[in-house]
C-alpha cells in the first residue's frame, strides 16, 4: 500500500523543479548572449541607408547659412519732424500703389510752405521790377548818346565851316581852334557815354543774372518742401505688403524715423553669410543650390560685399523659383555655392556622416549578410555627392546613415 507523501514535500519538490528550470532558461540565455556577441551583433537592413559607389561628376561646393528675405522690401521714413494722428492700414494689409497709409502733423509745414509761396511771388515782384529799372537806365543812356551824336555832327559842321571862312579871311585862327577844340571835347565824351552804356549793360546783366539765380535756388529750394510735403503723407511706393506701422497715434517723430515697412511677399531672395576664407570661392554669377527642409532650390549669385565685417562675407542670391511654396520671409537656410566641377570621379551620396575632406571609418556591406568597417579617404564634396579618394571600389555598398550607435562595432550582421 503506497504512502501518501507530505505536502511540504511536494512543495519542496516543486520548488526544487522551478529552480531547475530557471537555472536551464538563464544557461541558455547566458549562452545566447555569447554566441551573439562571439558572432557580432546585428542591425535591421531596413534601418540602414546605402550609397552604391560610382564614378561620375561633382560640383564642389562651400557652405553657407542664409535667410529667406522678400525680394522687395521698402523702409518708409518721415521726412518731417511731426507727430501722427491717424493710421488707416495695420500691418499684413495688402496696399496698392498709392494708397494712403498714415496721416502726419503738416499744419507747421504747410503754414511755412505758403510763406514760401508768398516770397516767391515778392522775388518775382523784385526781379521784374529790376528788369524795369535797368531797361529805363540803359534806354536813358542811349538817348543821350544819341543826343551827343547829334551835337557832336553840329560842331563838326561848325569847325568845317569856321574853317572856310578863315581861308576867305571872314574869321580868325583862334575861332577856329575854339570851334575845333569844342568838337574835340564833345567826341570824347561821346567815346566815354559809349563806353559808360556798354559797361552798364555788362553790370545790369550780371546783377540781373545773380537776381534771377537767387530766386531759381529759392524756388528749387520751395520745390523740395513742397515734394516733402507730398512725401509727408505717407503712401505705399508700389503693390506689397505692409509689414509693419508705427500706430501709436499722438507719437512724436523725427525727420528719417521709420513709420512703415513695405514688402513684396510674393517673390523672395535669399542674404547668405560665409567665412571670409572661402572669399576666392564666390563670386557674382556663381551657381548656388538653396536648402530649405527637404526641399532644395537653384539659384545664382546676384551681389558679394567687397569687404569681409566680423570674419564673414555677405552675400545675396537670386532663385530661379523666387515664389515656391516652401519660401517663407524670415526662413534659416543651407546654401551650397559651387565653385568648381569634378568629372570622372568616384563618388558617393552625401549625408550627415561628412564634415570635409579626410579619413573616415565607414561601414560597407560584404557578400556574407554583413556590414564591415573600412577606413576610406574622402576629399571634395558637392551637395549630392562626396568624393572618394581611396578605400572603396564602384560597386560598393556604403552606409551613409548615422552609425554613431555602434561606433565601437567593426562588424556588424544584417537582419532583413
Not at 529552480?19 to 540602414?48: H, M, P, Y
Not at 495688402?94 to 516767391?120: F, M, N, R
Not at 568648381?340 to 560597407?364: C, E, H, Q, W
Amino acid at each position: 500500500m503506497d504512502r501518501e507523501i507530505p505536502k511540504e514535500e511536494i512543495k519542496k519538490r516543486r520548488k526544487k523543479r522551478i529552480i531547475r528550470a530557471a537555472a536551464i532558461v538563464l544557461i541558455i540565455f547566458t549562452c545566447f548572449i555569447g554566441v551573439e556577441k562571439w558572432l557580432g551583433q546585428s542591425v535591421n537592413r531596413a534601418d540602414l541607408i546605402f550609397s552604391t559607389v560610382d564614378r561620375g561628376t561633382i560640383e564642389v561646393s562651400v557652405n553657407a547659412s542664409g535667410k529667406v528675405v522678400p525680394i522687395f522690401e521698402e523702409i518708409i521714413n518721415s521726412p518731417i519732424n511731426s507727430r501722427i494722428i491717424e493710421t488707416y492700414k495695420k500691418s499684413g494689409d495688402a496696399v496698392d500703389a498709392g494708397t494712403p497709409i498714415l496721416k502726419l502733423d503738416l499744419q507747421s509745414a504747410e503754414t511755412d510752405y505758403k510763406k514760401g509761396q508768398d516770397d516767391e511771388q515778392m522775388r518775382i515782384s523784385k526781379l521784374q521790377q529790376l528788369k524795369v529799372d535797368q531797361n529805363t537806365k540803359l534806354t536813358d543812356l542811349a538817348m543821350q548818346i544819341r543826343v551827343a551824336q547829334m551835337k557832336l555832327n553840329r560842331m563838326k559842321v561848325e569847325m568845317h565851316s569856321e574853317r572856310y571862312l578863315d581861308s576867305i579871311g571872314a574869321s580868325t585862327r583862334d575861332n577856329v581852334h575854339q570851334k575845333e577844340m569844342n568838337y574835340n571835347v564833345a567826341r570824347i565824351e561821346l567815346e566815354q557815354q559809349k563806353k559808360q552804356l556798354i559797361n552798364e549793360r555788362l553790370s545790369s546783366a550780371a546783377e540781373y543774372k545773380v537776381q534771377k539765380l537767387d530766386l531759381d535756388m529759392f524756388i528749387k529750394s520751395l520745390g523740395e518742401i513742397k515734394r516733402t510735403l507730398e512725401d509727408a503723407k505717407i503712401r505705399a511706393p508700389r503693390k506689397a505688403i505692409l509689414t509693419y506701422i508705427n500706430n501709436q497715434i499722438g507719437s512724436q517723430i523725427t525727420q528719417g524715423e521709420q513709420v512703415a515697412v513695405v514688402s513684396d511677399l510674393s517673390h523672395f531672395k535669399i542674404t547668405g553669410e560665409i567665412a571670409d576664407s572661402y572669399g576666392d570661392k564666390i563670386s557674382v554669377g556663381g551657381k548656388a543650390i538653396v536648402k530649405i527642409g527637404g526641399k532644395t532650390i537653384n539659384g545664382t549669385i546676384s551681389s558679394v560685399t567687397p569687404l569681409s565685417k566680423n570674419g564673414v562675407i555677405n552675400f545675396t542670391v537670386q532663385l530661379k523659383d523666387d515664389h515656391n511654396s516652401v519660401l517663407r520671409s524670415g526662413l534659416n537656410t543651407d546654401i551650397y555655392v559651387i565653385n568648381s566641377v569634378k568629372s570622372d570621379v568616384m563618388r558617393i551620396a552625401n549625408s550627415a556622416y561628412y564634415t570635409g575632406p579626410g579619413t573616415y571609418s565607414l561601414f560597407v556591406a560584404n557578400s556574407n549578410g554583413e556590414i564591415v568597417k573600412r577606413k576610406v579617404k574622402l576629399g571634395e564634396a558637392g551637395f549630392d555627392y562626396v568624393e572618394v579618394l581611396s578605400g572603396l571600389k564602384p560597386g560598393d555598398k556604403v552606409v551613409v546613415s548615422d552609425m554613431n550607435d555602434y561606433k565601437d562595432k567593426n562588424k556588424l550582421k544584417l537582419k532583413n
